[in-house]
């Protein structure tokens, strides 16, 4: 059975090391929180991420993100998103070098206002493997 958190406001933690799985978390706020060496294959619905740091993190391409918020967040060091994310909003994001995606452009519709990126087609996009 999944483990439900719901309701949650997380401010100032490091996350590292892990593997998140077999979870749900809804209706949720993480602030200023770094996720390192994290892979993330849990379901996400309705969580906004604001100003975190997300480092060498691996979103699964069986995970399930609905309707969530990356604010002011970076991400860096060979990040993979799954092809599952929907209604997912980008707002004054700094994406480092070696971030790739499952076509995620193909299939999501996203709004980009990213940092230091005047055009999408600036991030190099690859494979999972």
């Not at 980008?90 to 990213?114: C, H």
């Amino acid at each position: 059975m999944k483990s439900i958190k719901g309701n949650l406001i997380v401010k100032n933690k490091l996350f590292k090391n892990a593997y998140l799985h077999d979870k749900k978390i809804y209706n949720s706020i993480f602030i200023n929180c770094v996720f390192r060496n994290i892979t993330f294959s849990a379901e996400f619905s309705k969580v906004k991420f604001k100003n975190c740091k997300f480092q060498s993190c691996i979103f699964e391409f069986d995970s399930e993100w609905r309707k969530i918020r990356f604010i002011e967040c970076s991400f860096t060091k060979n990040l993979f998103f799954p092809k599952t994310f929907k209604h997912i909003y980008f707002k004054s994001n700094i994406f480092y070098k070696n971030l790739t995606s499952g076509n995620i452009l193909e299939n999501n519709k996203f709004v980009y206002k990213v940092k230091g990126i005047k055009d999408i087609s600036q991030i190099t996009w690859g494979d999972h493997y």
